[in-house]
């Protein structure tokens, strides 16, 4: 009778240790499956990055701004391209906003601007060889296009591959610094281009 009340309390004992085993291991599974959050650390060593998208719209004005600074200012321009010219505002941080996340996706660190011929006097800092990294654009946002309305100055990944870029690899890497106050030479948003103006 002994051995048996013996054999019945290992038995329920292993069963107790087997449950809270199961329970315990399932628990850390569901953990291990849940997201985890986003590191707020930027640069080439970070495993995750935050969109700049949030940084970008808070120094830059939104779209309705951009229309209503032009009714003001520019009543010489008809409505209709005012509107054009704020949706090609909300477009442009849109498009700049997308290169950066595709990048981080991509694992890409370094990006360069594609400027149209007509807004190259009022960007003369900002040649072909210009490269901006992500750890620049996370700490100064400013430096994504748009630069100022009806801007078409585009963010790019700055290859060094010539079987991938062609005759743009033949372009040379020279890093967008700032001034020596610490600020970018870059126009006011305000600034318009000779053809609108």
Excluded: C
Excluded at 101 to 120: F, M, S
Aim: charge should be negative; proline fraction near 9%.
């Amino acid at each position: 009778m002994a051995q048996t009340l013996f054999v019945i309390v290992v038995a329920a004992l292993s069963l107790a240790l087997v449950g809270v085993g199961l329970y315990y291991g399932l628990q850390k599974k569901q953990t291990e499956e849940e997201p985890k959050p986003q590191q707020l650390n930027s640069g080439a060593f970070s495993i995750v990055r935050v969109s700049p998208e949030e940084a970008l719209r808070k120094i830059k004005p939104t779209a309705d701004e951009v229309a209503a600074w032009l009714a003001r200012s520019r009543p010489e321009i008809g409505e209709k391209k005012r509107e054009s010219l704020a949706a090609l505002w909300e477009e442009s941080i849109r498009a700049s906003v997308e290169a950066v996340d595709r990048g981080d996706r991509d694992g890409r660190n370094t990006y360069r601007y594609e400027i149209p011929e007509r807004e190259r006097p009022l960007l003369p800092e900002l040649t072909p060889d210009t490269y901006i990294t992500r750890e620049t654009v996370f700490q100064h946002p400013e430096l994504l296009p748009p630069f100022f309305v009806g801007s078409r100055t585009r963010l790019v990944f700055k290859e060094a591959d010539s079987a991938l870029l062609g005759d743009g690899a033949k372009s040379g890497w020279k890093p967008l610094l700032p001034t020596p106050d610490g600020k970018y030479s870059l126009p006011d948003w305000r600034t318009l281009p000779q053809d609108l103006d």
